[in-house]
């Protein structure tokens, strides 16, 4: 097991009693596996691309210490987030660890396209449907501001669409209240397009 890293996982390794059935996606933070309990129930798993070396002496001016130290901060964000929330339009958290050598989040398995190739495949939403995800989706939006948590990247890709309706994801870059929208660079988080006039407006 301790010789397991995100770079080298393949399916059918165990993670935190997790076996990897596939991988469904990998991004610059990590990848997303389908993973199985002992149980036979499927869940999603991030896991971390970095492990955290245990080293106390790590250098923070190091840009790739200061990476991997960011890309575990988000992690942890959206673990605290999705904890918070608990509404059929937000995808649920199963399980954590986020200070082993190999950190990763399970949350439920969300069957179905993302909001961005649903359209590709079957034209724009019109009408009543329209109607039906916008108000899903605002319900959605409403539970994660009463848990006091702005999400910061609301986009096509960021939304499952389920069969029960449309479900957000991708917690990595929310923000409690009394946090700042602005990172220690001055750079304003989120994706260009989708970022709303009030956080650029500062």
């Known amino acids: 097991m301790s010789d397991l890293n995100a770079l080298n996982l393949q399916t059918g390794d165990i993670v935190g009693g997790y076996t990897l059935v596939s991988r469904l996606g990998a991004g610059a933070m990590g990848s997303v596996w389908r993973a ?7 869940y999603a798993m991030k896991i971390l691309r970095d492990s955290l070396a245990d080293d106390e002496n790590a250098d923070m001016d190091d840009d790739d210490v200061r990476e991997r130290v960011t890309a575990r901060e988000r992690l942890r964000r959206e673990a605290m987030a999705l904890k918070k929330v608990d509404h059929p339009g937000v995808c649920g958290i199963v399980d954590m660890e986020l200070d082993d050598s190999l950190a990763f989040i399970v949350t439920e398995l969300i069957e179905g396209r993302n909001l961005r190739d649903d359209v590709k495949a079957n034209g724009r939403y019109v009408g009543d ?10 319900d959605a939006v409403k539970a994660v501001h009463a848990a006091g948590i702005v999400h910061r990247d609301i986009k096509p890709t960021n939304v499952m669409v389920s ?13 409690t209240g009394g946090e700042s929208h602005v990172t220690r660079t001055g750079l304003v988080m989120g994706t260009p397009g989708f970022i709303a006039p009030e956080i650029i407006d500062g």
Not at 129 to 138: G, N, P, Q, Y
């Open 36 to 42: 199985r309990d002992d149980g036979g129930q499927e």
């Open 129 to 138: 449907d329209l109607e039906r995800l916008a108000r899903k989706l605002i």
């Open 163 to 175: 069969a029960s309706g449309p479900v957000l994801v991708d917690f990595g870059i929310a923000m």
